[in-house]
C-alpha cells in the first residue's frame, strides 16, 4: 500500500516560491508504474488539481497554473516535489500529494499540509 | 475548460434515506467521472471510478451512473459514518473537480 506525506514550510511570503515535498513508502517511484499529482483545497473550498509527474520526469499541469509550476521527481530518494513561483494570498491552501495506476483518479493521498501566503 | 456543475451544493438527509447528487458537464466527457468523498480534516477517498465502478472496499449502497454530460451518484440507504462532502471529478482533459455535495444530518 503506497503511502505518501507532505513536507514543507507552513508560511510564505508573497511573490515568493513555495516548495513542497511528497515522500512516498510502500512503493518505488522509479519502479513506474504510478502518476504523481499534487492537489489543492483553498480552505472551506473545493478542490484543484495542480499537475502529475511520471517517473520518467514527464509532466502535465494545470494550465491555469502552469507558467508559474514545476514538479519534479527524485527517484533516488523517492519523493516528488512542487514549486509554485510568484504566489500570492490566492494560493493559500492545503495541499495534498496523490497518486495513482493512472493520471485519471487518486487512490492514495497524503494527510494534507497547510500553506499560508502571507507577509 | 470543461466545467463540471454539481447540485445540490449542500443537503439534508436521515440514515437509511436514499441520497441522490448530480454532476452535468459542459461537454459530452463519455464516461470520464470519478466521485469521491472527504470527511473533515481527511484526504479525500475514491468511490467510483469511470462513472459507474466501484473501487474494490467500498460499500456497495454507493453506486454511480451517466454517460456524456449527465451523471449520478447514489447513496442508497445512508448510514452515520456517511456524512460527508461528496465530489465529482472529470479527467476527459487535465482532472477537474465539481463543487462539491454536503451532506449533513437532518
Known sequence: QVQLQESGPGLVKPSQTL????????????????????????????LEWIGYIYFSGGTYYNPSLKSRLTISVDTSNNQFSLRLSSVTAADTAF???????TWTHFDFWGQGTLVTVSS | DI?????PSSLSASVGD??????????????HLNWYQ???????KVLIYDASNLKTGVPSRFSGS??????????????PEDFATYYCQQYDDFPFFGGGTKVEIK
Do not use: E
Not at chain 1, 516548495?19 to 473545493?46: A, D
Not at chain 2, 466545467?3 to 447540485?7: D, G, I, K, L, N
Not at chain 2, 451517466?66 to 448510514?79: E, H, N, R
Open chain 1, 95 to 101: 495541499y495534498y500529494c496523490a497518486s495513482g495506476p
Open chain 2, 3 to 7: 466545467q463540471m456543475t454539481q447540485s
Open chain 2, 66 to 79: 451517466g454517460s456524456g454530460t449527465d451523471f449520478t451518484f447514489t447513496i442508497s440507504s445512508l448510514q
Open chain 1, 19 to 46: 516548495s513542497l515535498t511528497c515522500t512516498v513508502s510502500g512503493g518505488s517511484i522509479g519502479s513506474g508504474g504510478h502518476y504523481w499529482s499534487w492537489i489543492r483545497q483553498h480552505p472551506g473550498k473545493g
Open chain 2, 18 to 31: 436514499r441520497v441522490t447528487i448530480t454532476c452535468q458537464a459542459s461537454q459530452d466527457i463519455s464516461n
Open chain 2, 38 to 44: 472527504q470527511k473533515p480534516g481527511k484526504a479525500p
